[in-house]
């Protein structure tokens, strides 16, 4: 493949966002306008919608409104720069829904990242990494026909060919996509097998690319300090970040917040820009972790699944504050690996029972 050259139209939008560094994810069911709102108060320059399925966009009127409603008025409420995230395998269909919400965003993003059973159903996200003819024209199909630039979210396709996903990055370049942002996993690698990113992999995919387009890490960004090491040690121009930021919000300014106070925040911003219910349920269980799991957070837990109003979760959280709960130091965003340790030292025990001559071939020595 000929070496690519610098795509002065990508550089120059993403110098007119302000060239952005702290970027949240796009999270089904968890980046909506309150809580972008309240990423944006500390520090993060750039936010990404929940992830629209394009064709149910066509076909349900309740998500259209839902997505709708989500959208208009982002730039009145200053939640922007903001990219609108799609999922989808069909060109037409992807164009039809991106066109509607190109109005209300600074760019389309396609969904190759996804590693779910759902996607895999669905066949978009991670599942179609290796259908390079079909990602690419679709990329092509979005960027000769929106007004708003195309950018690509990708993972790594094998982890054991990392020229694999160079490829691939290089051709969505060319099919017209105006910044690549590279998870440092597999799609294998999820839940419990989460296991740890791989930014090295990430720095040889932006390094082949040299520069043609801008270009984001992510995956392993847990604490503020991550964001610049990532950025730094890959080469990228920013770092995006999901799971900590549901717990933690302040994690793209390193102000290290309470979650009661974080989560009171959160409530307030749903006033102004009413989110789904659940969805905000989810981020009051998530930013009050800490607390829910600790003693005596217990009886809170079914109360803030049950809540039937924003008020009730303000309620909830009043409450918590009144308990004086201390809270517990185990985190939410660690679930996956802590559950994972416990299984290899359940393991090791057992091994260490039958005797010491295995233990080399459990650990690779």
């Known amino acids: 493949m000929a070496a690519l050259t610098q795509r002065d139209d990508a550089w120059a939008w993403w110098n007119q966002l302000g060239n952005p560094q702290k970027v949240l994810a796009p999270m089904v069911g968890a980046s909506e306008r309150a809580f972008r709102m309240l990423c944006r108060r500390h520090g993060c320059d750039l936010a990404v919608t929940p992830m629209i399925h394009a064709r149910l966009f066509g076909e349900c009127d309740k998500l259209r409104r839902d997505v709708l409603r989500d959208l208009e008025g982002s730039v009145e409420a200053g939640d922007r720069p903001l990219l609108a995230q799609l999922c989808g395998d069909d060109k037409d ?30 066949h978009y996200g991670a599942f179609l990494l290796e259908e390079p003819d079909l990602v690419c024209g679709i ?8 007004e708003v630039p195309v950018t690509c979210k990708i993972r790594i396709v094998d982890k054991d060919n990392i020229d694999v996903t160079i490829r691939l990055a290089k051709r969505l370049v060319e099919a017209g996509a105006s910044l690549i ?15 740890s990113v791989n930014w090295s992999q990430i720095s040889t995919v932006i390094e082949a690319l040299d520069g043609c387009v801008p270009t984001l890490a992510n995956g392993g960004i847990e604490v503020f300090e991550d964001l610049s090491r990532a950025t730094c ?6 770092a995006m970040t999901s ?50 799991q ?10 803030v699944g049950s809540a039937n109003s924003i008020e009730e979760l303000s ?51």
């Open 93 to 122: 269909v992807l164009l039809d829904c991106a066109s509607v919400c190109q109005h209300y965003v600074d760019g389309i993003d396609l969904n190759l990242g996804c590693p779910q059973g759902i996607a895999k159903r669905g």
């Open 139 to 146: 990329v092509e199909h979005l960027s000769s026909n929106l």
């Open 181 to 195: 942002t590279i998870h440092g996993r597999t799609k294998e690698m999820k839940g419990q097998s989460v296991g």
């Open 233 to 238: 040690e890959t080469g990228a121009c920013g």
């Open 243 to 292: 799971e900590a930021a549901l717990e933690d919000p302040s994690v793209f300014d390193g102000s290290c917040e309470d979650g009661l106070c974080l989560a009171e925040d959160y409530l307030g911003l749903c006033d102004q820009h009413p989110p789904l219910l659940k969805f905000a349920c989810g981020h009051v269980h998530k930013l009050l972790f800490r607390y829910l």
């Open 294 to 303: 600790a003693p005596g957070g217990e009886a809170f837990r079914a109360r």
């Open 315 to 365: 309620d909830v959280v009043a409450a918590v504050r009144e308990a004086n709960i201390a809270r517990n130091e185990s985190t939410w965003y660690r679930r996956h690996r802590t559950a994972a340790v416990k299984r290899v030292e359940k393991v090791a025990v057992d091994v260490m029972a039958e005797g010491d001559d295995v233990m080399g071939g459990l650990f690779g020595d």
